[in-house]
């Protein structure tokens, strides 16, 4: 399948081209094996494990809702018999009907947004339900977690032609944009006090940058919102400003000054996914072209610099076709992440502090060897989405 996503790209840089062809078969071919039959929904992982013979297998732990909703939100966009490959013989409209069917039993907001979501995108007849209950686990003047409140922002824009949401719209909208710390154009961990300590609520992660601007920018698509579209702008330059050398995308930012507080764990959802879906929803909706940062973000996906040996390979590759998974991270290995609590607690008091020594005792060489389904189902959205659709 070409979308004007994957087209633009193979015009771009043929090689990445295909690299993001073979990430979506992988895709496919991985999202399977997540599946859970008995229980109709994904498990939370699929992770390398030990036997107590010493075997080495992979192992599905746990189930998620939210992992599930986004599974649906980005196999939406495939034909249907493809979908039905990754939902147990149900199409992505079906299963979401499934996991609207359990939203009375949905107590996180998150949760029930994203799919709230994925039933305004299948065009689910009990919309209307499935609003309101986000609405009633979404309390007026309760502070929420930034991702969280992107998501319900994203659902609400997304329900706006064919439910009247306007009024709720206008409060996620606000609240998003209110909760930025002075004039810095990134987003905090949560949108008020009281979900995070105060000695690190500084600290933002990637996520909390991404879904805000991607929800704005596509508020913005939805009708004309310039301030959203500039806040969602600023975000984006600002994150692509500070990515690394070899096209991280960092984890840990300071609301309040906008620089890195600590890099790693780079993610691999990051690079091929979350970052790709927000800046594409960004420059469609009228935003700045981030084309060259995805790109380099792409890269990152095959090049691995933080594992590359003498010849500049990877030690180990991140992508595993043999497995059906991508490797979910490369970081430090230290323990209780040391690292990323001390430069948590010094930035406190001393923004831009670096703590250079501990780049050198903690180097980022350590693999995570596990995949979630979430990272499939925004690949999937990333680069099958776009204005075609």
């Given amino acids: 399948?070409?979308?004007?996503?994957?087209?633009?790209?193979?015009?771009?840089?043929?090689?990445?081209?295909?690299l993001a062809q073979r990430l979506l078969g992988l895709a496919e071919a991985g999202l399977p094996a997540m599946y859970l039959p008995e229980v109709e929904t994904f498990a939370f992982t699929r992770a390398a494990a030990v036997s107590p013979e010493g075997t080495r297998r992979l192992e599905l732990r746990g189930t998620s809702t939210r992992y599930a909703a986004i599974t649906a939100l980005g196999a939406r966009?495939?034909?249907?018999?493809?979908?039905?490959?990754?939902?147990?013989?149900?199409?992505?409209?079906?299963?979401t009907g499934l996991l609207v069917e359990r939203l009375p039993g949905v107590v996180n907001l998150g949760d029930a947004a994203l799919i709230a979501w994925a039933?305004?995108?299948?065009?689910?007849?009990?919309?209307?339900?499935?609003?309101?209950?986000?609405?009633?686990?979404?309390l007026p003047g309760r502070p929420q977690y930034t991702v969280e409140a992107a998501w319900v922002l994203s659902?609400?824009?997304?329900?706006?032609a064919v439910v009247d949401v306007e009024d709720r719209l206008a409060a996620a909208r606000d609240r998003l944009l209110a909760a930025r710390i002075g004039n810095g154009p990134l987003f905090p961990h949560a949108t008020g006090p009281g979900l995070v300590p105060g000695y690190r609520s500084h600290v933002a992660c990637f996520a909390d940058q991404t879904y805000p601007l991607q929800a704005l920018a596509r508020l913005h698509a939805s009708g004309d919102d310039p301030q959203a579209l500039g806040a969602a702008d600023a975000c984006a330059a600002r994150i692509a400003d500070l990515q690394g050398d070899g096209g991280q995308w960092w984890w840990h930012y300071d609301a309040r000054e906008g620089g890195v507080i600590e890099g790693y764990p780079v993610y691999s959802v990051h690079q091929h996914a979350?970052?790709?879906?927000?800046?594409?929803?960004?420059a469609e909706a009228g935003g700045t072209d981030f084309g060259a940062a995805i790109r380099r973000g792409l890269r990152w996906m095959a090049e691995v610099p933080e594992l590359a040996g003498p010849t500049g390979t990877p030690r180990e590759p991140m992508i595993r076709e043999d497995l059906g998974l991508t490797w979910r991270k490369v970081y430090r290995g230290d323990p209780k992440k040391a690292v990323r609590a001390a430069r948590g607690l010094t930035t406190r008091v001393v923004p831009n502090a670096r703590l250079a020594p501990l780049d050198v005792l903690f180097r980022?060489?350590?693999?995570?060897?596990?995949?979630?389904?979430?990272?499939?189902?925004?690949?999937?959205?990333?680069?099958?989405g776009g204005p075609q659709r």
Wanted: net charge negative; glycine share 6%.
């Fill in 1 to 18: 399948m070409t979308t004007t996503r994957l087209g633009a790209l193979a015009r771009q840089d043929p090689e990445l081209h295909a």
């Fill in 77 to 95: 966009l495939l034909p249907e018999d493809r979908q039905r490959a990754l939902f147990g013989g149900r199409s992505a409209e079906e299963f």
């Fill in 119 to 138: 039933a305004a995108e299948t065009g689910h007849p009990k919309l209307s339900d499935a609003l309101d209950r986000v609405a009633a686990l979404d």
């Fill in 155 to 160: 659902a609400l824009t997304a329900a706006r």
């Fill in 274 to 282: 979350m970052a790709p879906t927000a800046l594409f929803d960004l």
């Fill in 364 to 384: 980022p060489r350590a693999v995570d060897r596990e995949c979630r389904p979430y990272e499939f189902g925004w690949m999937l959205f990333a680069w099958l």
